[in-house]
């Protein structure tokens, strides 16, 4: 399922010295003392690979823990990809409302749905709230299907092309520096979460292959789940019985972007992060909580998607969010000049 690159892909090495040589295939399982896939003048990366090497040396000033060593990473746009043409659950959701035979939705959302794909064709801007209502309906189409049958869904979804590329699934539409990025933190006894806008089960889904990130470190968007013969009866009111199975009720607790971050990361890790990588404004409130670490030494990295020959990028349109980065102290990521590959080099824009 995943390629191999060619033998000139380039290294940064744990010493800040450059090493171009053999590339294994990214989903290995045994962690590299090294970034690979990303270009051999990328000074982002070198300064990166120093100061986690300063993270985890005892003589160090900035040096934290085994115990504290947590990074935190958003996924959409920042593991993997966000444009062909939207977000992963984004797409799925116009999928399955507009052209799932089996699924019967109503008016209304078919209406929702169109709207959406007609701005994505057409790149026209979504109206505001158009982000909530989207995971309120997302989760509305799961109504009565188990855990097991979302994921099974979204594993046969990431099996379809990418639109928008050549040779690209959507299960394999990760980016390969980020990917060696997070197994040189896991070489480092890092503690890897993902903070998602995304439905966590269908993170868990995509992340589970590649990226191999433990599931009680997903965090992600979360809907109301209870038992099927629950009915009604709150949680408080009910026992769950021996033929009983998990099911979605099609409600939305919360959707985990922007400042809804800040707080779930306080509740469900209990300490704050070292390192925080995004890509969007969506993940502005996480990096300045990581900054924001008045125990060690926190960083913020936000990736840019400026590459318009190997994604779908824009220069002029992160020109904004670059702006705001340098204001307040978030170390940016070029696509177009710090990454040696994005997908690999057989995958292509769709012309």
């Known amino acids: 399922m995943f390629d191999r690159f060619n033998r000139s892909c380039c290294i940064v090495a744990v010493a800040a010295t450059l090493f171009i040589g053999g590339c294994q295939s990214p989903a290995r399982t045994s962690a590299p ?8 003048d990328s000074q982002v990366a070198t300064q990166f690979v120093e100061h986690v090497s300063n993270l985890c040396d005892p003589a160090s000033p900035k040096f934290v823990p085994v115990e504290d060593r947590i990074a935190v990473f ?43 794909e007609d701005c994505w064709k057409n790149g026209k801007p979504l109206e505001k709230g158009t982000e909530k209502k989207q995971a309120e309906l997302a989760f509305e189409t799961f109504k009565g299907m188990t855990i097991d049958e979302v994921r099974d869904y979204a594993r046969k979804f990431m099996n ?3 639109e928008g590329f050549n040779n690209l699934k959507r299960g394999d539409a990760y980016f390969r520096p980020m990917l ?3 197994r040189f933190l896991e070489s480092k006894d890092f503690k890897i979460y993902i903070v998602s806008g995304t439905e966590r089960n269908i993170v868990r889904v995509l992340t ?56 779930i990361i306080a509740r469900e890790i209990g300490k704050v992060p070292v390192l925080s990588f995004g890509n969007s404004s969506g993940d502005l409130s996480m990096s300045q909580y990581v900054t924001n670490n008045t125990q060690y030494e926190g960083r913020a990295y936000i990736l840019l998607g400026d590459d318009s020959k190997r994604e779908h990028g824009s220069e002029q349109k992160v020109q904004k969010l670059k702006k705001y980065c340098d204001e307040h102290g978030f170390y940016t990521i070029s696509m177009k000049d710090d990454f040696a590959t994005v997908y690999g080099d057989n995958v292509t824009l769709a012309k």
Not at 33 to 40: G, P, V
Not at 88 to 105: E, G, P, Q
Not at 225 to 244: E, F, M, N, R, T
Request: proline fraction near 4%; charge should be negative.
């Open 208 to 263: 589970e292959d590649v990226f191999k990130i433990p599931s009680d470190r997903i965090i992600g968007s979360d809907g109301v789940i209870a038992a099927s013969g629950q009915g009604d009866k709150d949680g408080l009111d009910y026992v769950y019985q021996p033929d009983d199975k998990l099911i979605y009720t099609g409600q939305m607790i919360s959707k985990n972007v922007k400042m809804n971050k800040v707080p």
């Open 160 to 162: 379809t092309d990418a």
């Open 74 to 116: 958003d996924m959409d746009g920042t593991l993997v990809g966000e444009t062909y043409p939207s977000y992963f659950d984004w797409v799925l959701f116009t999928n399955r409302v507009l052209h799932d035979k089996d699924y019967k939705a109503p008016a209304f959302m078919k209406k929702f749905a169109r709207m959406l």
């Open 33 to 40: 003392a090294t970034l690979e896939y990303w270009t051999a």
């Open 180 to 182: 060696s990025l997070v």
